[in-house]
């Protein structure tokens, strides 16, 4: 699994939960994908019109494959949704290491 990592500093807090929310614009979009996991959304409490949006796929091929074929709409959703934030700020692509319970040493 992989997670998408970015934060932003929203202009109007309920406007752009509505578009980045698990539930939101970007969320639906990405609902077309094979691979789509899920979409996080977290307000910063001591700065509420900071947030971390934390989109999460099964794999980079599921991401990059869902880019590839939607590219065309992804570019135009991400124009418009400039009127959401005044910066954003992309942390990066990670995945999850996992651990072998009780894995024997070699």
């Known amino acids: 699994m992989i997670a998408l990592v970015f934060r932003y500093d929203a202009r109007e807090p309920e406007e752009f ?3 980045y929310g698990p539930d939101g614009d970007w969320a639906q979009f990405f609902r077309q994908g094979a691979g789509y ?3 996080e959304l977290l307000r910063d409490l001591e700065e509420p019109d900071r947030y971390v ?3 999460r796929w099964d794999s980079i091929d599921a991401y990059n ?3 590839a074929e ?3 709409e992804y570019l ?3 124009d418009e949704s400039r009127f959401y934030y005044i910066q954003e700020l ?3 692509t990670f995945e999850n290491v996992w651990h072998e319970p009780n894995a024997a040493a070699p």
């Open 70 to 72: 939607h590219q065309a």
């Open 37 to 39: 996991i899920g979409t």
């Open 76 to 78: 135009r959703r991400s």
């Open 90 to 92: 992309r942390f990066g």
């Open 53 to 55: 949006v934390i989109d």
């Open 65 to 67: 494959a869902f880019l």
């Open 17 to 19: 939960e509505q578009a």
